[in-house]
């Protein structure tokens, strides 16, 4: 039977230590060769914490497969902070342009609850509320409005 064993880790620069060498040490799996498979395909998302997901069958081969990473880690990447707002209603942090929130939403589609292009937007722009973020220059909250009264119709036709 496959093992599995899902984690967080820094995107191009996992390590054997936690929380990766304790899942995969007892696997009895060359730790190092899955660190450094993990690091090839997550280099793209230097700096966020990204989900994998390493299955390990019984002759001790070992399959990656690399998530996206959340979608407060891609909101922040976009508007080049470090972390969100810890007063998000007064503070303001940073702006993404809402073509950044499309494609976000885009990427994230399949992981998130919303069935259309739209309402994962709506979605992306709510979290950005929480992070202290500006969409386009505007409130998050004054852009779902102008989301909902369609006015942005033709930039979230996907």
Known sequence: MAEVVEVLVPGGKATAGPPLGPALGPLGINVKAVVDEINKKTASFNGMQVPVRVEVDEKKNFT??????????????????????????????????????????????????????????????????????TVSGKKPKDMLKEIDSGAHDAVLVG
């Open 64 to 133: 990656i497969s690399v998530g996206i990473p959340p979608t407060t880690a891609l909101i922040m990447k976009e508007a080049g902070v470090e972390k969100g707002s810890g007063e998000p209603n007064t503070k303001i942090v940073g702006d993404v342009p809402l073509e950044a929130a499309v494609t976000i939403a885009k990427m994230k589609l399949d992981d998130m609850l919303s069935y259309d292009l739209k309402n994962a937007v709506k979605e992306v722009v709510g979290t950005c509320v929480s992070l202290g973020i």
